[in-house]
């Protein structure tokens, strides 16, 4: 049996391993300033909703808001010019999951994804068919697409489709539209990153209630430009986010295509569970992508069962400073803090 994070508390205070505070549960912690999203997930843990609860209300008062166009309808669109969605929800007392990826048409996507966690036996659910299950779940389905998202599209069009993901095809994907053709594969060069903090993130966040029970949700329209049929790491287990109530949480947020070869998330709270505090497993995450890829954009939120808590980032040019929400019992208000890159 597992002890509960007061017993935990207490012996991590007795044995001076890490720094502690033994009286900061429950917990709500989520990637960027999103403070209505964090104030949301807050004020269902004090109304006696569950972690889970928090966290799917949480990330959907995001998806509501439009959180920097990049949470939500009418942000990012596609090639296309659609806007899609990828969410995910996890239980870490369970370790039950629920995700969506390349969602069409409506608008909730972490609610959905709980519903393919609660009423199916199913983990993922993707593109059109997942459009389907939510509608026959009770979700509404409506056009994403808004003026915003609308000029963005003919923005991109109208400067020959860059940013582009395209790569050894032809047209040259660096000046030209498509339809493409496969051509000769061509190395990729460190200078290809085109996600970059302006046109990517998510949020990701973490909730632990009083009694130790650890959820990790996300929320996110992915990549602006993305090609059709792309799904990032916001709605992969351990990548996105992970809950585990026996070590902690984790989510991430940035590039998703570079950061789900790694599971940072996993990573993260594998070395919590080993007795890494949470801003060092966050750290540790991030160093682990850098090895292979030192110019991704990323950034991670790391907690712990006894409420500690910490974050991470990847410095590059143009990021040298991750925001991020966090809300506890020692606190009156949520805090926005601050982390500097490595
Ligand atoms: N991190 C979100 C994405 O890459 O889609």
Redesign the pocket.
Known sequence: MMPRPVQMCLVLLLLALVPVSCAALPLVINTWPFKKATEQAWRVLQAGGSALDAVEQGCGQCEKDQCDG?VGYGGNPDETGETTL?AMIMNGDTMEVGAVGDLRRIKDAISVARAVMEHSKHTFLVGESASVFAENMGFTAEDLTTNTSLNIYKKWLNANCQPNYRQSVSPDPSNACGPYKPSARLQQTAGDQH?NIHT???IGMIVINQKGHVTAG?S????RH?IPG?????PVAGA?AYADSTAGGAA??????V??RFLPSYHAVELMRAGTDPTTACKKAITRIRKYFPQFF?AMICANITGGYGAACNKVPGFSQFNFMVYNAQLKSPLQAMVDCI
Do not use: F, Q, Y
């Not at 991430?252 to 295509?257: E, K, N, P, R, S």
């Open positions: 990049s990828d996600i990517h993130d998510t996300t996110t329209n992915g990549a993305k792309r799904v990032g790491d916001s996105g991430a947020t940035g590039d998703g295509d950061m789900m990323g």
